[in-house]
């Protein structure tokens, strides 16, 4: 069964200071992780995805296949960055089509 | 350029009666998703449609139900209504192919007495 944990509801970070929000997935095979953010009064959105390996807003996030976590990273915080933060996994071949979402983070960037 | 519309915005209904909302993607897409996003359970895959068909459901019940019309818009009918019911229903849209970013609209907030 597919399973996203994202272990820390609420996270308080200085503006400035390093950020890592945390994933662990289960899947047996080798699914597509994604991340996706909420900002106050918005909707949900994708900030990024594994396969483009890109740096969105200055986010990166890396999948380690070993210790199966897929963890969103941005070296200094900013207090934009202030949002509910979802990670995803979607299967292979469904991709986007059906994602299991992990019941987010709240990231919070104190001035 | 319109995004993800869905109506209405809050609905209340008593338990045992039945739910319509609604889902209009984004012009162009043909494939429409519902999440559920009850309070601490996070967001759940109810359905998908694509091109009218539907292609595959979560781990909900029958009387969760659905249907995507020729304009590719989507409906979703809970029947029965449950006090658990209660949650945030989310639609998305993307075009085909599993590689596409889907979009999410602003959601439905169903409240069961």
């Known amino acids: 069964a597919q399973r996203v944990t994202q272990p820390e509801k609420l996270l308080s970070v200085f503006k400035g200071a390093p950020v890592e929000l945390k994933c662990n997935y289960s899947?047996?095979?080798?699914?597509?992780l994604f991340w996706y953010v909420q900002y106050s009064r918005q909707r949900l959105q994708l900030l990024l995805r594994?396969?483009s390996r890109e740096s969105i807003k200055g986010f990166t996030a890396d999948l380690n296949k070993g210790e199966t976590s897929f963890h969103l990273k941005k070296p200094f915080a900013q207090e934009e960055d202030s949002a509910m933060y979802y990670c995803?996994?979607?299967?292979?071949?469904?991709?986007?089509?059906?994602?299991?979402f992990g019941k987010g983070t709240k990231l919070s960037v104190i001035p | 350029e319109a995004g993800v519309t869905q109506s209405p915005t809050h609905l209340i209904k008593t338990r045992g009666q039945q739910a319509t909302l609604r889902c209009s993607p984004i012009?162009?897409?043909?494939?429409v998703y519902w999440y559920q996003q009850a309070l601490g359970l996070g967001l759940q895959f109810l359905l998908w449609?694509?091109?009218?068909?539907?292609?595959n459901r979560g781990n909900f019940p029958p009387r969760f139900s659905g249907r995507q019309f020729p304009n590719y818009s989507s409906e979703l009918n809970v029947n029965a209504l449950e006090l658990e019911d209660s949650a945030l229903y989310l639609c998305?849209?993307?075009?085909?192919?599993?590689?596409?970013?889907?979009?999410f609209g602003e959601g439905s907030w169903l409240t069961v007495v």
């Open positions: 998305a849209s993307s075009l085909g192919g599993s590689r596409n970013t889907i979009y």
């Open positions: 899947y047996s095979g080798s699914p597509e």
């Open positions: 594994h396969i």
């Open positions: 995803a996994l979607g299967r292979p071949g469904a991709g986007s089509y059906q994602l299991t």
């Open positions: 012009s162009g897409h043909t494939s």
């Open positions: 449609y694509d091109e009218g068909e539907e292609r």
